[in-house]
C-alpha cells in the first residue's frame, strides 16, 4: 500500500464555487485521484480553506499558515510516498503584497521541508510533486480582496516550473488541466475536480513508476 498526501487549501477541501459548501468526498479532486489509483494507494485529503504557502494572516489567523502545520501533518500520517503541494491562491490576496515569484518560492520552501523531513519510505524523502494553481477567473465577491491576482497567478506556472526542476521535485501545471469558475473566479466547479483529479492520477503513477491495472 502506498500512500500519498494532497496538501492544500479550499480548492483541495472542496468548497463549492456556489454554495460555499463541501463537495462530497467522491466529488473533490483527491477522491477522484484515490479512485484513479485504485487499491494499491491510500489518499490522504489535507486541504484547509484560506491556507497560505508561508504566510501568516493577520485577518483570518496565523494557523492559516502552511507551514505552522506542515511538519506534524506529515509526521502524523507517516510514512509517506508522495506528497502533493497545491497551494498560492490565498497568497493573492492584496493584503499580503507577494510576486508571483515570491509566491511560488515560498511554495517551494514546502517542498523543502518536505524534502528533509524524513517522512518518505525507510526514513527518506517522499517524491513531491509541486502543482501551480490554476489562474484566478472573473472575480466577482472577492474583487477586492484579490486585486491584482489574475495578472500575477497568470505567471505561477513558469515559477512553479522552475523552482521545481531546481529541487528534482515533479511539477504538474494546473491551469493547463483546470480552469477556475466564473461563479466567483477562485474555486473549481465539480467537473474541474475530475479534470484536476484524473491529471494528478496520472502524475503520480508517472512519479512512483506505478502502472495500475
Known amino acids: 500500500m502506498r500512500t500519498v498526501l494532497c496538501y492544500g487549501d479550499s480548492n483541495t477541501w472542496g468548497s463549492d464555487p456556489e454554495t460555499g459548501e463541501r463537495f462530497a468526498p467522491e466529488v473533490r479532486w483527491p477522491g477522484v485521484l484515490a479512485r484513479g489509483l485504485g487499491d494499491g494507494f491510500r489518499v490522504i485529503e489535507e486541504g484547509l480553506p484560506g491556507r497560505t504557502t508561508v504566510r501568516d494572516d493577520p485577518i483570518e489567523g496565523a494557523?492559516?499558515?502552511?507551514?505552522?502545520?506542515?511538519?506534524?501533518?506529515?509526521?502524523?500520517?507517516?510514512?509517506?510516498?508522495?506528497?502533493?503541494?497545491?497551494?498560492?491562491?490565498?497568497?493573492?490576496?492584496?493584503?499580503?503584497g507577494a510576486s508571483a515569484s515570491d509566491i511560488a518560492q515560498g511554495a517551494a520552501s514546502l517542498a523543502d521541508e518536505i524534502l528533509l523531513s524524513g517522512c518518505g519510505p525507510e526514513g527518506g524523502a517522499p517524491v513531491v510533486i509541486l502543482i501551480s494553481p490554476p489562474p484566478v477567473g472573473t472575480l466577482t465577491d472577492m474583487a477586492e480582496m484579490f486585486e491584482g491576482a489574475e495578472e500575477k497567478s497568470a505567471r505561477f506556472a513558469g515559477h512553479y516550473r522552475r523552482f521545481a526542476e531546481q529541487r528534482g521535485c515533479g511539477f504538474l501545471?494546473?491551469?493547463?488541466?483546470?480552469?477556475s469558475s466564473d461563479v466567483d473566479g477562485i474555486h473549481l466547479e465539480a467537473d474541474e475536480h475530475r479534470k484536476l483529479g484524473e491529471a494528478v492520477a496520472a502524475r503520480v503513477e508517472k512519479a512512483l513508476g506505478w502502472a495500475t491495472v
Open 63 to 96: 494557523h492559516k499558515n502552511g507551514r505552522a502545520y506542515l511538519r506534524a501533518c506529515l509526521e502524523s500520517h507517516r510514512t509517506l510516498d508522495l506528497v502533493t503541494v497545491m497551494l498560492g491562491t490565498n497568497d493573492l490576496k492584496e493584503r499580503f
Open 173 to 179: 501545471d494546473a491551469g493547463a488541466e483546470i480552469t
